[in-house]
DNA sequence: TGTACATCAGTGAACGCGCGTTCACTGATGTAC
DNA sequence: TGTACATCAGTGAACGCGCGTTCACTGATGTAC
């Protein structure tokens, strides 16, 4: 698994076969068959951890940010999370395509935490939201993931670069295009 | 070309080849050559005809649509656009990941009108945003680009479908979760 | 304490496959004089 | 009108490559009696 982050990482997500991630491992490419059925499973189960991983760093930003500000600090973490690890973080939505669960949607290892998608839900909550009305809910849950999601995406081209500078850096520039979709309340967060 | 787009829509993108291309354009795996570099140049310019197709899409949009509604129709007309085209949704942006042009500036066939990019900030300008607050103004189309891009992806997970049911069809669903992103206008619209 | 067996993570060689690309060549069409 | 040449879109065979997967196998470790 830790092979397989790295060739990831390193050679982006089409060099992510069997063989290579046994090369990293400096193992036979037979080896993989010991722990894995196939190619698939391993996908799986990178995306897997990978979801863990950022649902991590949404727990911690939460922790370490003012409750105000939570839903933004949630934001900033899952743009962070898709800069530092791209190659990862299209995986995870990949072998997620044509999965009946939702990508999110991953059964948390820290039982006291719900998965990512509640996270924000329970933000949402938290900042005013009525949970008795629940479409209106879904939707903006739904809403604010479509928006990490895209700028996750977006932030990646490099023509952003002058807004970056004008704001006085990404995480100026990720605050600034949160707050112009007017679902998060506005301040600037560690990353 | 048409091949191409063919093989893409039935196979997925993985299933792009020179070689697929040419089997099924009917012909002998050298000849593309005499119209393509290589290969990267035909995924080029599959991709440059998608962003022509979505431009397209998105002028007829807002041709049917009353003014105040012009915003929120680009979005679907987006995000119709991504589910009707998928695997092209997607080649579109792959070719543009590195690039140093963003993907959705190209260069418009028909010169009366922008590219993709600046319809969306003129209708901003239209909505009552301040054309003379720049950053401002980039600030919120780059909010809406990655709005509606974070919904076509969505958009394609099953989950969605009781959202959908209880709205009342996927145009309401839509609507309802750019609504909720607060940058747009609100009302249904055809699809 | 020793023997027999099961499990496990590995080897290395081989398979068939589809791929991108190159090569020398062909036949049809257009153009110059 | 006829001849010579250039252009063009194609052929088909071959190249080397990396891939996923299978196979019979090995050696180390653990366990039962």
Chains 1, 2 share one sequence.
């Not at 698994?1 to 992510?16: D, K, N, Q, T």
């Not at 949630?74 to 044509?98: E, T």
């Not at 949160?178 to 679902?183: N, S």
């Amino acid at each position: 698994m830790e092979a397989a982050r790295r060739v990831l990482e390193a050679e982006g997500p089409s060099a992510l076969s069997l063989r290579a991630v046994a090369r990293e491992a400096g193992v036979s490419p037979a080896a993989p068959y010991h722990h894995f059925k196939d190619k698939a499973e391993l996908l799986d189960a990178v995306a897997h951890e990978g979801w863990e991983m950022l649902q991590l760093a949404m727990i911690e930003a939460k922790a370490r940010t003012d409750r105000s500000q939570h839903l933004t600090a949630l934001g900033i973490a899952y743009v962070c999370f898709a800069r530092d690890y791209p190659a990862l973080y299209r995986v995870m939505y990949d072998a997620a395509r044509d999965k009946e669960a939702l990508p999110m949607d991953v059964e948390d290892a820290n039982p006291e935490n719900g998965n990512a998608y509640c996270m924000v839900r329970d933000t949402m909550i938290e900042h005013g939201a009525d949970p008795s009305a629940e479409t209106h809910l879904e939707l903006a849950t739904v809403a604010a993931w479509c928006g990490a999601h895209g700028l996750a995406e977006m932030a990646g081209f490099k023509q952003f670069q002058h807004l970056k500078d004008e704001l006085g850096g990404e995480r100026a520039f990720l605050d600034a295009v949160f707050r112009h979709m007017g679902l998060f309340p506005t301040q600037a967060h560690d990353c």
